[in-house]
């Protein structure tokens, strides 16, 4: 068997693994940041403030053609 070889996949392992938990902790930094919100937005009394977040499209656009 060459050692050579079994020492680049290896390595060549390693480095995915690497990458693929430095995804790993950016997607659990985003979820966290998006948990906080919410609780954020929870706590909140503001009726308009919580119908916003959760139709964020409603609102944006005024037809001014009568």
């Known amino acids: 068997m060459d050692i050579a070889l079994m020492s680049m996949g290896l390595s060549?392992?390693?480095i995915q693994q690497q990458a693929s938990m430095s995804v790993m902790k950016m997607a659990?930094?985003?979820v966290e940041q998006q948990g906080?919100?919410?609780q954020k937005l929870l706590s909140t009394?503001?009726?308009a403030e919580i119908q916003h977040a959760a139709?964020?499209?409603l609102?944006?656009?005024i037809d001014l053609k009568g």
């Open 59 to 61: 609102g944006g656009n």
């Open 28 to 30: 659990l930094g985003n």
């Open 12 to 14: 060549q392992g390693q």
């Open 45 to 47: 009394n503001d009726v």
């Open 55 to 57: 139709q964020p499209h």
């Open 36 to 38: 906080e919100a919410i």
